[in-house]
């Protein structure tokens, strides 16, 4: 986790490169649902 985001990403070590999948703000409720398997209907 950078800062309040969740990063999603690949690395391709044969060409030195990273690729980004994804990224998600990490103060969601489906992010804490998704990362972390907090289910924030329940709290």
Do not use: K, Q
Request: charged residues 25%; without cysteine.
């Amino acid at each position: 986790m950078i800062g309040n985001v969740v990063i999603i990403y690949r690395i391709d070590e044969d060409l030195h490169e990273v690729y980004v999948d994804a990224w998600y703000f990490a103060n969601t409720g489906l992010s804490h649902y998704l990362f972390w398997g907090i289910d924030p209907d329940e709290e």
